[in-house]
């Protein structure tokens, strides 16, 4: 099997190719799928490395990591089961006591995970309002901070946090920053570049695309301690990314610079539309003018903004979920980043603890006409009520 990162070329051409993969005894263009659990050891007995067992590694999973690491310019990229299995990895390969600080409104799963940790006194996790930089700040410990996290833009609302600027608070305290920027995969934005120590992405979102795999990418910029422990708590706790899920992954990343091109511009189209609306109170996406992350956005995604925004309409909660109900295009589906468009009522699906605006729709935008979804809104806002 060849593959050949070839950082000159743009990251579309890269993409495409999957690193210019060839598979050297036939010719094949599509790359191999490897599932064994099991390798066998060498006429020495010694193992072969590096595969030995599935639970550490395999090569489909590993061709999908230097897809992403080439992606990401990172070090080096690790691959699991889901976001989650990825994000709980860091938090237990943190050492006990140590102090997160981390955005008091964020993807639920992950803040769960944190208060979980907080709960149990393994790890003390401060928060600062999303986007905040001055209150990120002022709830760093020096020397005792070991990581911070940022969402960005961040769920649903779509607030903007400066990436560089919140690496500098975390590492002139001494401390890791990561980033969570499913929204924007690294076509968009890539936060090792703007000087994070960490970048998470739920591949199960737009680097996947399809909405037929689950799977978490961690890429570092520096490999160490903190690394060396996540990835063995991946082999401990066998959360690798399975390789037919990899190789699902694989084939979706080659459009992932068509897809997201796509989805920004039906984004766009459909914000434009709505916003001003007479049955909606706002529209928040980072893409508009209007929205207060916009600068800051359009610098971090080479305004590329993504597919993901929110709509707030008049009336109250029922109003929304009527609307949301009454979509014919629109699927009412969690998730996001797949090519169908999805609309969801945050506060429904994220519970009476999180701090959501009652009437908030998120919008996972596809890949579908963008007049279609446009008519499609229309006629649901206008249906509900
Ligand atoms: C979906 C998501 C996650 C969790 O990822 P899974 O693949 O669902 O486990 C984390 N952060 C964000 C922003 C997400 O959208």
Known sequence: MTIRPNRPLSPATRLAQALHHVEERTGALAPPIQP?????????????????????????????????ADLEGAAATLLFASGMSAACAVLEALPPGAHVVAPGVMYHGVLQQMQHHHATG???????????????????RPGQTALVWVETPNNPDWTVTDIAAAAGIAQGAGARLITDCTATPPCCTRALELGADISFHSATKYLNGHSDVTAGALSVRDTGALWDAIAKMRTLQGTVLHSFDAWLLIRGMRTLML???????????????????????????????????????????????????????????????????????????????GVESLIEHRKTVSGPGFDVHANLLRLSVGIEDAQDLIDDLEQALRAAV
Request: proline content about 5%; aromatic content about 8%.
């Open 36 to 68: 064994s659990s099991t390798y066998a050891r060498g006429a020495d007995y010694a193992p072969r490395q590096p595969y030995i067992y599935r639970r550490d590694s395999n090569e489909t999973t590993d061709h999908a990591e230097a897809i992403i």
């Open 259 to 337: 897809r997201v091109a796509r989805q920004t511009e039906n984004a766009l189209a459909i914000a434009r539309h709505f916003e001003g609306h007479d049955l909606l109170q706002s529209v928040l996406y980072p893409g508009l003018p209007s929205h207060p992350g916009h600068a800051v956005a359009a610098r971090q995604t080479d305004g590329m903004f993504g597919g993901m925004l929110s709509i707030i309409t008049k009336g109250n909660a029922q109003t929304a979920i009527d609307t949301a109900r009454a979509c014919r295009l629109f699927y009412p589906a969690t998730s996001l980043g």
């Open 122 to 140: 393994r790890l003390s996790i401060s928060h600062y309002p999303a986007g905040d930089l001055d209150a990120m700040q002022a709830a760093m």
